[in-house]
């Protein structure tokens, strides 16, 4: 017996599918969203306005501190 299984990823907006997954950081907390091409699309056009007005943040994220073992 043979079985397959299929993953869908569906837009977290409105259900509809394909959607891909998108990365994006607001006040400091970083998300993921599934989105489909035209939801992707309205979030860069709505996000534009700010991007353009924006400046890269060139502080490094703070990073983990693994305790070394002796």
Known sequence: MVSHIREVVVDDLDGHSPAQPVAFAYQG??????????????????LQPFIDSARPDTTLTPQRRVPRTR
Do not use: F, G, K, S
């Open 29 to 46: 907390r970083r998300y993921r969203i599934d989105l489909n091409a035209a939801n992707l699309a309205a979030m860069r056009r709505a």
